[in-house]
């Protein structure tokens, strides 16, 4: 393994914490480097799965208007192309609070989530769906099997790139999924996060970093074929790969082109990892000279949107509340509680005009449309919008 970054010392990113908790926080190196033999990107220390993923887990699925509307799309085309057949059966790995499998809930086909995290998993079930609070692995896909019969499509979103078990997933996999079934899951792009310098991408639930090429050495080394792998618009851009049986489908002419593309972009050379290296420091460099001027001019800057990402960033540049008093956001569990590590209180969005800052710094820049529009009234009061991705921006 050869490591490229090293974003230091760093919490649990969705461990969201109440100031008495503070002295109890969980740290750990967060270092990423990518496997000479097989191409794949993975985190060099990995975090226990169960202090990620508990009961008072607070990335809730269901929190953006985009989200709601993508995964209600893929639920409708699940059933238009995959779930044709007599009483089929789909499972999701990591269903969160529903937001994909109510749609199929609704529509009375047969289900089941697997979600380890039991307060979004009972979300989840208040929407109809059904849900096993178990860890996806391979005991629990037998089990799965065993009870309900073999899956005609197992799907998984930002899901699997999480799972440190993954020969264990694809075993699981194996003894689930139906002889022409198959196991679609969408994650976030390498290409992306390489290539557009989301380093806040990176953090101790993204265990993978997942190419075209790394996935189809995966599915070979565990016995299955690449047979689709489709560009998406999702966490500013993710690929949705198709995995089937061996032999049992045939690969779209977009997984050869796409593996050209990561070729002819050198996406698994070691010089551009080392540039992504160099150009994150470059962008600490940026972020913080922005700030210190923003505070040294007596103005003043809140931070938007509290996503995992932003506990990379801030803990990585060193961002505190001498730069960035607090952080408002959208989800009501994240709300009165602190961001990890940097510990920016995070406050609901009504705090935000009251009044407006001078300037926002955009930690959740992947719902930067949506929030742009609904936030025109701060524009319009002479606000500006700090990006950081791909490069240090004030707009
Ligand atoms: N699928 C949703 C989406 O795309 O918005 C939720 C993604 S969330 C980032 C990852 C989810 O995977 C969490 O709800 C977590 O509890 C769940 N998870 C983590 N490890 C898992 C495992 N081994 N099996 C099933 N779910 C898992
Ligand atoms: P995500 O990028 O992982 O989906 O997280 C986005 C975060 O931003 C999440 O905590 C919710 C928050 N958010 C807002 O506060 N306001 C908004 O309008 C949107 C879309 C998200």
Redesign the pocket.
Known sequence: MQEFVDLGRQPTA?GFLLPEEVDREFFFRLAVGVCELCTMVQLLEEVP?DL??HGS?R?H?SGSAS?REH?AANARRFMATELTGADPFIV??????G??LSTIAAAGVRHLG????AN?AELARAKGVTVLS????QA?ATAIRAEHGPADVIF????IC??A?IGS?FQGIDALLGPNGVFIF?EPYLGTIVEGNAFDQIYD?HVFYFSVTSVQAMAEHFGFDLVNAEHIA?HGGEIRYTLARKGARKPAAAVNELLADELTRNLSEPETFAQFGRNVERIRHDLLAVLNKIKSDGKTVVGYGAP?KSSTVTNYCGIGTDLVPFVCDSTPAKQGHLVPGSHLPVRPPTAFADPYPDYALLFAWNHAEEIMAKEQAFRDAGGEWILFVPEVRVL
Do not use: K, L, W
């Open positions: 969705n799965q990620r993923y887990y990335y699925a989200h995964f999701e790995i990591g269903c969160n609070d937001v994909m697997v979600e380890p995290s979004v178990e860890f996806f692995d629990t998984g979103a930002n899901t999480h799972i078990h997933v969408e639930e999702m995992g």
